[in-house]
């Protein structure tokens, strides 16, 4: 069970014409998330089209990111920081991730 990741994407949408002080928010966001034990990459992906969109993407240990105590706290930190700044509230959702070698058989 060890080796079971997980990759959260979370959708962030923010005010017309704050996008640059969102993205600002977010990046320092990363910075401390992906500083846990059991994180494995993190990005953010910035809409070319649509410039008010951005998606956080990690990936996690699957046990790691279950036992994370930091993760409401960051996420409070995000809101309290940002909450001007988002159209939107966030859209998070959680994904196991599969490769060739975890298929069933």
Same mark, same amino acid.
């Given at each position: 069970? +060890?080796? !079971?990741?997980i990759? &959260?994407?979370?959708?962030v949408?923010? =005010? #017309?014409? =704050?996008?640059?002080?969102?993205?600002? %928010? !977010?990046?320092q /966001?990363?910075?401390?998330?992906?500083?846990? %034990?059991?994180?494995h990459?993190?990005?953010? !992906?910035?809409q070319?089209v649509?410039? +008010?969109? /951005? &998606? @956080? %993407?990690?990936?996690w240990?699957?046990?790691?990111?279950? =036992?994370?105590e !930091?993760?409401? *706290? @960051? /996420?409070?930190?995000?809101g309290?920081a940002?909450?001007?700044? /988002? &159209?939107?509230p @966030? *859209?998070i959702?959680w994904y196991?991730? +599969?490769? #060739?070698?975890?298929?069933a058989?």
């Amino acid at each position: 069970m +060890t080796n !079971l990741k997980i990759r &959260i994407l979370t959708r962030v949408m923010a =005010r #017309p014409e =704050r996008e640059r002080e969102l993205k600002n %928010v !977010l990046i320092q /966001f990363m910075e401390e998330r992906c500083q846990q %034990v059991g994180c494995h990459s993190c990005e953010l !992906l910035h809409q070319r089209v649509d410039a +008010t969109q /951005f &998606i @956080l %993407v990690e990936e996690w240990d699957a046990e790691a990111r279950l =036992r994370s105590e !930091l993760d409401s *706290q @960051l /996420f409070a930190k995000l809101g309290e920081a940002a909450a001007e700044l /988002f &159209i939107e509230p @966030l *859209q998070i959702h959680w994904y196991d991730v +599969t490769t #060739p070698q975890s298929r069933a058989e």
